[in-house]
Structure formats: C-alpha cells, structure tokens
C-alpha cells in the first residue's frame, strides 16, 4: 500500500478506534488496514498504537502523528481543489459537536438550515457536555460555553450566557424570594443538576460560597427546569435554557446581583493553514446567526 494511502487508513483507524471500522470507511479489508498500520510503524520506527481484544488506542506518539497528519492531508485536499477549481466550494462532511441543550435549542436547527443553504455538505452533529478533543476524535469545529484553555485552537466570540437562579411565581409567593445566596440553606426545596458538586458559586469572582442540600437531584438540566416551572422549587441554570419562560413569565430569575460574570459562548475550530471551505462557510453561517440570537447577546443580558 503506498505511503498516502496508509496515512489516511492511520486517520480513519484512530477515528474509529478500530481497525475493521477504520478500513470500512475507505473500502478496505480489516487485514489491509492491519497490514498497512504495521508497514507505517516499522518505516517510523515507533509505535502508533496500543491493542487489545476490543479496541486500538493512540499512543502519545500516534496523537502527536496525528495531528500532522490530518493537516498534511488536509494542505492535499486544498491543493487538489485549487488545482480543479472548486477550493471555494463547501463540500464533504462537517464534524461538529456542542452541549446537549444548546445544540437542541439552537445548533442542531442552525445545522439543518446550514446543509439547506449548502447542498453538498452533510454533517454529523454530537451533543455531549464534555470538551470533545477535536483532533483526536476528528472534529471539524464545536460551540463551547466557557473561557478557552490554552491550546492549539481558535476561538471566535458568538456570544456569553449567565449563569442564573429561577422559580416560578408561584414557588415565590409560597416561600419568598431569597434576597441573600445564605438564604437558599434555610427554607427553600432546591433542585440540583448532576449529584457531584454540592456548591453554588456566587459573586463576579465567584468567591462567595454557598453548600447546598437539594431536596431533589436530577441529571437533566431541562427536567430541573420543568421541575421549576411547575412551582417545585429553585434551580440553576444558564440564562439562555430559561430565556423563553423568563420572558413568558412562566419563571422568575433570583438573585441576579449576586450571579457570577458572563460565560462566553465560542466556536471553536483546530488552527490550520488553511481551513476547508465546508469549514469557513459553517463558520461565517454560524457566527452570523447566533449573534443575532437574544438570549445569546454578547452583554448577556
């Protein structure tokens, strides 16, 4: 197998973190893929995977390889499209991924729309609340809430949410509205997301403190939410998830002079000499609709 063939079988096997898988996608044996892995390691001199009986991993050395090679392979492409004239052409599929509820409310119909204006992209879109490594798992680009650790990517400013304390109207005339963070240990049913962190942070820097004995824990940020809007109790949450009820007046925001700064809201791409053209079309299309979105205003309010 000749040298550039067995770069993009190493690509498609760490993607897939299967060799079987990898080679599917290329139209190859699981053998061929093996072989090929094989002849690329001993023409290294180093070891780019670890196996086992279920699945192959990167090692440290294959994550750096990687990385080169998904932007020697990505320059390729560019030059072959420069060469038949359709470098400006967005084609292909585009790899995006962003937090569960932000990309049910808004980034899944934005994606939709993107692959109506542009018919010959597809795409495959992951929502997860996690920071996806995006050129270890091959992803195009993510919307992310938060500020960007130090790294080899770019980050482009959409937006910035709150992070904010809400009940229904009728919860607060039950119990009252509590006007200091200490008050929320006292006399109020709080809803908490997720069971591990047991502190709200309040304040511009957050030093403010509070521990927290939820009545109820759920996993969901939309059923805390739901939990609320039905006169429960009080749950936290980003300004943008509760936005249509605060506006409807289905729930009440609390303690808003205590929240913490603006979170940021960034699309976030790999650096590269140059970007596909799928990639900076999804960009321009993106940017220019979610900084047209209210609850996503750059004041965050």
């Given amino acids: 197998m000749d040298r550039l063939q067995a770069l993009k079988v190493f690509v498609m096997v760490a993607q897939a973190e ?26 290294l001199k180093a070891r780019l995977f670890t196996r086992t009986t279920r699945r192959v991993r990167l090692t440290e050395v294959g994550r750096d390889f990687l990385e080169e090679v998904r932007d020697v392979l990505a320059q390729l492409q560019a030059a072959e499209s420069a060469v038949t004239g ?6 292909g ?7 569960q509820e932000l990309g049910r409310i808004y980034i899944a119909p934005l994606v939709a729309e993107f692959l109506e204006a542009f018919p010959e992209v597809s795409a495959q879109l992951l929502l997860v609340d996690r920071n996806v490594n995006l050129v270890e798992e091959g992803y195009d680009a993510a919307v992310r809430i938060g500020d960007l650790p ?16 809400c009940g229904s109207p009728e919860y607060f005339s039950r119990f009252g509205q509590p006007l200091q963070p200490a008050d929320l240990g006292r006399s109020h049913r709080l809803i908490l997301t997720g069971a591990t962190r047991r502190e709200w942070r309040f304040g511009h820097d957050q030093r403010m403190v509070v521990r927290v004995e939820p009545r109820l824990v ?31 007046g289905r ?8 929240e913490p700064s603006p979170a ?10 140059k970007s596909p053209a799928k990639l900076r079309a999804f960009i321009d299309f993106a940017s220019e609709r979610l900084r047209k979105i209210p609850a996503l205003r750059l004041d965050g309010r």
């Fill in 264 to 273: 940021p809201v960034q699309i976030v791409y790999p650096q590269g000499r």
């Fill in 150 to 165: 130090s790294s080899g990517l770019t980050a482009l400013r959409v937006g910035a949410v709150r992070r904010v304390l």
């Fill in 251 to 258: 729930l009440v925001l609390a303690l808003e002079d205590h």
């Fill in 18 to 43: 299967s060799f079987t898988a990898g080679a599917r996608t290329l139209g190859l044996s699981g053998s061929s893929a093996t072989r090929a892995i094989n002849e690329l390691e001993e023409s």
């Fill in 218 to 248: 759920v996993n969901s940020v939309a059923a805390s939410i739901e939990i609320a809007r039905k006169g429960w109790g009080i749950c936290r949450a980003l300004s943008y998830q509760v936005a249509d009820d605060v506006e409807a």
């Fill in 86 to 91: 359709a470098a400006e052409k967005p084609a």
């Fill in 93 to 99: 599929q585009l790899r995006i991924t962003c937090p």
